[in-house]
């Protein structure tokens, strides 16, 4: 039974995460970030946790035994077994997670389970500087400048800038660049 | 290395070329390609289509066969982009010039082609277009500053497949783009693609719908966006953390 536990612990994580990362890619086509964490859209949530194979809370007898849904306790925030005793059949609680390392930076999710079906699904540690949740897809970094660039000492060809009207042309820098033929 | 310059569309523009001026002919085909598109959608020629359009002197449906597919293109633009780019101005006026710079760009590049003339860079009103390169070296281009129009924010190369630079901001001509959403403090967006069309409206949609956008077009797209926030803070995407004049 201990061993049985273990291996359903090592599943619902792997599991759990593979929703989280199917939402993240669905959410941010659709939605994009911040969004995540208010409101993950519950309706896709359930339809992920449907179709992503082998999901936590599935519903057949054999996966929802209440002693093995609460077993992955050490990384439960919740007593999920809260609703177990008055449905036993079913699985509720929130589960968080393993934190995963990936190329767009360390993932780590939360899922809430209401009677057997996944509810919401809250990214944890994909954040930026202001704690938001953030979409996997965010690939844009903060970057600092590391001098000022005049123009004259940076050999281009040519420069971009939001439309200048035709006088302003005069005085630009590309302005510049046409005339002295650099 | 040789210029030729000339105003259009209530801007300056600029051709290199990587060597001698190519024959006249080819330089007045370019500035014809922009005249007629100018002609035909500018909203500050009162006798443009579009003008008559607005006016309600013209309908869609009598519209030519040009009008209506660039109209079509905008709305396929604007459901792309979350209406974050649209033809449609809080005012109702069918406006098309967020496409038609870039378009009349795309098509000049044809006409260059079609008629031999290769590697030189297209400089319309802050938008770039590149076509080989220079001397055996890719073209070498910068994003200017919008806090300081005389210095540069960062330079690197467009190669590769990398032709199209397109920047959107709110510096030059003040707050000319409409923004959709209070969601954007961006107010210099800058855009690298594989074509200018695909840059342009990018760059115009991400100014306007902040980093929602941004996100969906690196995903989505594939592009390259560099984006000055409100605060001066600076997100490029990973190839651009590269350029000369950044620092992670």
């Known amino acids: ?182 | 290395m040789a210029t030729h310059v000339f105003d259009t569309m209530g801007t300056g523009a600029s051709i290199r070329f990587a060597g001698d001026l190519p024959p006249a002919e080819a330089l007045t085909a370019v500035e014809t390609c922009f005249a007629e598109f100018d002609a035909q959608f500018s909203l500050y020629r009162s006798d443009s289509e579009i003008s008559e359009i607005a006016r309600g002197a013209l309908t869609l449906p009598l519209a030519s066969e040009r009008f209506r597919d660039l109209y079509a293109e905008a709305l396929h633009w604007r459901s792309l982009t979350h209406d974050s780019f649209s033809p449609h101005r809080p005012d109702r006026v069918l406006d098309l010039s967020g496409l038609v710079k870039a378009k009349a760009m795309d098509a000049a590049a044809a006409g260059l082609s079609a008629a031999d003339v290769h590697d030189w860079m297209l400089n319309v009103g802050g938008d770039l277009l590149v076509d080989g390169n220079l001397e055996g070296s890719p073209w070498h281009v910068a994003v200017v500053d919008p806090d300081d129009r005389c210095h540069l924010l960062c330079t690197f190369d467009l190669d590769g497949s990398r032709t199209s630079l397109a920047t959107s901001g709110t510096t030059e001509r003040g707050e000319h783009i409409w923004r959709s959403r209070a969601t954007s403090t961006y107010r210099q967006v800058s855009v690298v693609a594989d074509d200018i069309v695909t840059a342009d409206v990018l760059a115009t949609a991400i100014l306007a719908g902040g980093r929602e956008r941004l996100d969906e077009a690196v995903e989505t797209f594939g592009v390259d966006v560099i984006a000055v926030d409100a605060d001066g803070s600076i997100v490029a995407t990973e190839r651009m953390h590269r350029a000369h004049g950044f620092a992670l």
């Open chain 1, 1 to 182: 039974m201990r061993r049985r536990a273990v291996v359903w612990s090592v599943l619902s994580s792997g599991a759990i995460l593979a929703v989280g990362w199917q939402l993240g890619a669905e959410t941010a086509a659709t939605t994009g970030l911040a969004e995540t964490q208010a409101a993950p859209d519950a309706s896709s949530a359930s339809v992920s946790g449907g179709s992503a194979a082998t999901t936590p809370s599935a519903t057949t007898p054999s996966a929802t035994t209440p002693s093995a849904a609460a077993t992955p306790a050490p990384t439960t925030s919740e007593a999920p077994a809260a609703a177990a005793p008055a449905a036993p059949a079913a699985v509720s609680g929130t589960f968080t997670g393993t934190s995963v390392s990936t190329r767009y930076g360390s993932v780590q999710v939360q899922v809430v389970v209401s009677n057997g079906s996944i509810t919401d699904v809250v990214a944890l540690k994909l954040t930026n500087d202001d704690n938001r949740s953030v979409s996997i897809s965010n690939r844009a970094a903060p970057v600092l400048r590391s001098e000022v660039l005049a123009a004259q000492s940076a050999k281009v060809q040519g420069v971009s800038g939001a439309t200048y009207t035709s006088d302003a042309y005069l005085t630009s820098l590309q302005a510049a660049l046409d005339q002295a033929g650099l």
